[in-house]
């Protein structure tokens, strides 16, 4: 994805605007829809037959007949995919949209001379029932684009993002696996030994965060002051996840480049996160020990990454159980619950191993991601004679 800042007049924001509420509409009423359905009861209804219904209730509403469908359509379209995505236990069951939280909808068959150049930083692009729309030209415009989505953020930017798949990067060829953690203070360790972290917001504006959560948290609900500081706010948590994403397509990219196979483990992340919630009342059990794991998991955008190999890298990825990764050595290979002497440091104490935890655990993906390769492939002359992956630490 290539983002653009958009620059809408303020007519066409309002038509933007509405395209935002019909898609919102129409997603909230598959929600609803999905919530009246449990298993057992038959099939719920699918993309297809849930665009059927969208021509009913466009006859029914006229207002909604006056929007776009191809807005609307791709609402569902997205709805199926979160449905997809949740059933694939990567993500959260879809929700509620609420009004100025990710706002946004999708236009697709966009055809090439739906977006052009104007001068050396304008471009523009057209929108169904909107028009020509300018945007900042930051960069170039990948060719070949399909479909884009246009979203407004919490602080009321407006941005189009065009969607073409990222070319898949060729493998080097030089038969090297990484294992790749996801760390809690670091955001990924490499068996390499690397440790990656998300450039993080620099000290100031680090001060400044928690000075602008005092200050919302002092002032009146529904003051003038109290929108100033929430913009403040969202501008800043949107400069962190803008820094975030970039750290996904740079280490993405470089990982693919250097490594044949890349392994992850196979994290349900929607399967940890949910159990920490709960009230303040009636927590959840183990919610404040959690509350960091998960603070750690999603600032280091561990499902954006795992995502963005398996774009650039199809077919290299390799997911590997994480049962044990954590307490095994990866020198001796004996596992003991408590080698790791603290969130940073593994020592063995059977042949006294000691190294960074997480880069410990990297590598005993990489191991196993090791075994799950030449199982797969088992010799080619004699005929596969060792094809039992390793017992521990594999499904696939
Ligand atoms: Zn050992």
């Known amino acids: ?3 653009y800042r958009l620059q809408p007049t303020p007519a066409q924001e309002a038509v933007l605007a509405e395209h935002c509420r019909h898609a919102r509409y129409v997603w ?11 298993p057992g009861r038959g099939g719920a209804p699918g993309f297809a037959e849930q665009c059927r219904q969208l021509t009913e209730a466009r006859a029914a509403h006229p207002w909604l007949a ?27 069951r879809p929700t509620w949209r609420k009004r100025g939280h990710s706002e946004g909808f999708r236009i697709v068959a966009v055809k090439a001379d739906d977006v052009r150049r104007l001068s050396r930083h304008a471009g523009e692009v057209r929108v169904p029932k909107v028009g020509w729309v300018r945007f900042r030209w930051s960069r170039p415009v990948p060719a070949g684009v399909k479909s884009y989505r246009v979203t407004r953020d919490r602080s009321g930017r407006w941005h189009v993002a065009f969607a073409a798949l990222p070319a898949s990067i060729p493998a080097p060829g030089n038969g090297a696996v ?7 203070v670091v955001s990924a360790a490499l068996s390499t030994g690397e440790l990656l972290t998300v450039a993080p917001l620099r000290q100031t504006e680090q001060a400044r965060l928690r000075r ?4 919302l ?8 002051r109290r929108a100033k500081v929430k913009a403040a706010l969202a501008r800043l948590k949107a ?5 975030r994403k970039d750290w996904v397509e740079k280490t993405s990219t470089d990982l693919a480049r250097r490594f044949d196979v890349i392994a992850v483990e196979n994290l349900k992340i929607a399967a940890m996160t949910r159990s920490t919630r709960g009230t303040a009342e009636k927590p959840g059990r183990g919610v404040r020990c959690k509350a960091g794991l998960n603070r750690g998991i999603l600032a280091g955008g561990w499902g954006l990454l795992v995502a963005r190999l398996e774009h650039k890298a199809p077919g290299r990825v390799v997911r590997v159980d994480p049962a044990f990764t954590s307490q095994r050595c990866s020198a001796c290979g004996f596992v003991d619950r408590r080698a790791r ?11 006294a191993h000691a190294e960074h935890a997480d880069v410990n655990a990297a590598r005993n993906i990489a191991h196993a991601a090791g075994h799950a390769v030449a199982a797969r492939e088992g010799p080619r002359n004699t005929g596969p004679v060792h094809r039992e992956p390793h017992p521990v630490l594999l499904t696939a």
Do not use: Y
């Open 1 to 3: 994805m290539s983002r």
């Open 28 to 38: 909230n009423l598959a929600v609803e829809q999905r919530s009246f359905w449990w």
């Open 66 to 92: 006056k929007g776009s469908i191809i807005v609307q359509q791709q609402a569902l379209k997205d709805f199926a995919q979160a449905m997809a995505n949740f059933f694939g236990g990567t993500h959260e």
């Open 178 to 184: 990484v294992g790749v953690d996801r760390g809690v």
């Open 212 to 215: 602008l959560e005092r200050r």
């Open 217 to 224: 948290a002092r002032a009146k609900p529904g003051s003038v």
């Open 239 to 243: 400069c962190r996840k803008d820094r």
């Open 341 to 351: 002497e603290s969130q940073a440091r593994f020592r063995c104490r059977s042949c």
